[in-house]
């Protein structure tokens, strides 16, 4: 039962470098999304997708780019990265909450990336 | 907005006794549901306990409860019996009950429970 597959699992960044969080639900989840976490401040939301080719931002989007081309995958780039994206990044997905599910969200292992 | 505040950072218990994390939310929807996960030192997000925020009787899962209070938007987390294995970060989280739109999850700053022996 693989879930959700994030890739990197950790990853060291120089200031201005450009990379790629991987994230993949093998459940055929509608719906996908990227939390990062930081000390004191609880998990936010960085952008969501509710479908292939749909996406949208979240509280925090800035320096974070993400596209949808198929249901299962939904990458998270960092175009120039910045000390201030230090953080743990977490990808969830789910069924959209409906009549039928209350939308449940499951949750990738996180990656922890540090940028220098 | 809706904003979810867990006033705890920090909390300690020994172990089999009980233990209760506070989270308060403030939101001007009627339908919604609300959220404990658990987040061991292997980071993963565990869910403990939903809410339906239409039901007024309070979830229970085996050593885990709610108390549910819907007029004073209260949620608190009732842990009995703690074991050494419940040590986690533990986060209240809100959703709005949209029907079918989004999954949006809102996240308290979280409690770091320790359990000592």
């Known amino acids: 039962n693989a879930g959700v597959t994030q890739t990197p699992k950790f990853q060291v960044l120089k200031t201005g470098q450009s990379m790629t969080l991987q994230c993949a639900q093998d459940m055929n989840h509608e719906y996908m999304s990227w939390y990062r976490q930081d000390p004191g401040m609880g998990l936010r939301l960085i952008h969501y997708s509710v479908g292939a080719g749909i996406t949208d931002q979240g509280e925090v989007p800035n320096g974070y780019n993400v596209s949808r081309s198929t249901t299962e995958d939904f990458p998270l780039r960092l175009l120039s990265a910045a000390p201030s994206q230090t953080s743990v990044y977490f990808c969830a997905s789910s069924r959209l909450a409906g009549r039928s599910n209350t939308g449940e969200l499951f949750f990738g292992e996180g990656s922890r990336l540090t940028v220098l | 907005a809706q904003t979810v505040t867990q006033s705890q950072p920090e909390m300690s218990v020994q172990e089999a006794e009980t233990v209760t994390l506070s989270c308060t939310y403030d939101?001007?929807?009627?339908?919604?549901?609300l959220f404990w996960y658990k987040q061991p030192p292997s980071r993963q997000m565990i869910l403990v306990i939903r809410q339906e925020a239409y039901k007024q009787q309070n979830a229970t899962e085996n050593r885990f409860s709610v108390n549910f209070q819907k007029a004073a938007k209260s949620f608190s987390l009732k842990i009995s019996d703690s074991q050494l294995g419940d040590a986690a970060m533990y986060f209240c989280a809100y959703r709005r009950d949209y029907g079918g739109a989004t999954n949006k999850l809102i996240f308290g700053t979280g409690t770091l429970l320790a359990v000592q022996p």
């Open positions: 939101t001007s929807e009627s339908d919604y549901y």
